[in-house]
């Protein structure tokens, strides 16, 4: 007795961690586990941080630029010594000598400095800065749509295990008729009321079920695999879905669905992107007419003999005014150019709307269509069990060949599969209205 009860409580035990191990997975954990792990989304967020360090590079030209430079100089040119000489505070009389300034000693400088380059004035740096900013806005709308585009692809993917789900169940039920089949021709064989051919077109019907059987159980461990490497799951973990997605409940089309499409498809958003990058391309290209001011400063110890000391020491100060009177027309080239680009994004944000439109009017119709086949599917299914029916009992009764049975049995079973394909699709229509309408990541996690 206390050897059966351990027994049984190892096996209780075992079940229970076998169950602990399998994931239970719903389309919203799915697209959950795919929004945090996918590598894509993963790039994606990673390339917007880069971006946005691209802000914080335009925003720090408004600031000062510091420099500290430590340099040795050696030299016999007569102008460097010269110059090193009254720089160190060495320079005497006896440097003016004719032998001395045509052909000096080598003389060599530890120059010791710190300058300041401060930006008064630049009429590009504006244009500049919201540049970066666009190009992080854009990168931004580039995450969500990596977002959406995986939750889509999450939502397919999940579709595609359940199909193949229903498709092992379709398969199955196709097996066992197979094999009722067989026995209703091996039992009337061997009553010698049947054919020697019924019972081999039965065993032949039968093999070729079984590896549509095989073939089904295949595609099902693919499509787990394929979903679980946009879930981010690790391969040998084992999971299950859970819960029937045969019909995805959308709003009903009118204005408001179109506007808020309008509103919330990326595309359309990073058209307007666009569009305001290439005003702001033309503003830049503008400030080029313009001059640029800045100042400027330096303090500089020179010494002879060790670096870091000072014999010697200077400052220099000042304010610099620069503009370009001419330059081969490059800056009115640049304008001409930001101007046509400034055309191209606002045809492509027209193309954009009536590209939208009319894929959330299609998504519509492809839905409708869907429904349609659905309800033509399930009608078919029911008719092809009744015929399967009425024929298994006139073959039993010696009114039908099995030639008619086993035709009206593959009907049968492509009328499953097809109610399967159906099923899924008239789900998957739904969920395309929501991709089209762009809140599809919204709607699929309530």
Known sequence: MPRLLI???VLLFSVATANAETLKLSIKDAVSMALENNNQIKAARFSTQ????GVQSANSRYLPAVA???TLLSSNSPINTFMMKLDEGRFTQNDFQISNLNSPSAVH???TALSIQQPLFVPSLSPMKELAVKDAQKSELQL?????????QVFCTYLEVQKAAARIGAADKAVADARENMRLSVVRTSSGVGL???ELRSRTHLSMVEQQFIS???NLTLSRMKLGMLIGQPEERSYEVSGLLDVVTVPTMNDQIINEALQNRLEIKQSQTDLEKSNVALRLAKSEYLPTVGAFASYQLNAKDAPFTSDNDAWTAGVSLKWNVFDGFRTNSERKRALSSQSAAREMLESAIKDIKYQLKESYVRRDEAG??????RNAVQDAEETVRLLTKRYENSLATMVELLDAQTALNQARTNLVETEASYALAGGQVYYMMGIFVREILK
């Open 216 to 218: 089904a159980q295949n």
């Open 50 to 53: 880069a971006v946005y360090q």
């Open 372 to 377: 349609k086949h659905l309800e033509v599917a």
């Open 7 to 9: 027994t049984c409580t």
């Open 109 to 111: 400088d530890f120059k």
């Open 144 to 152: 969500e749509a990596a977002r959406q585009n995986i939750a889509f």
């Open 68 to 70: 500290f430079e430590e």
């Open 196 to 198: 020697r051919s019924d």
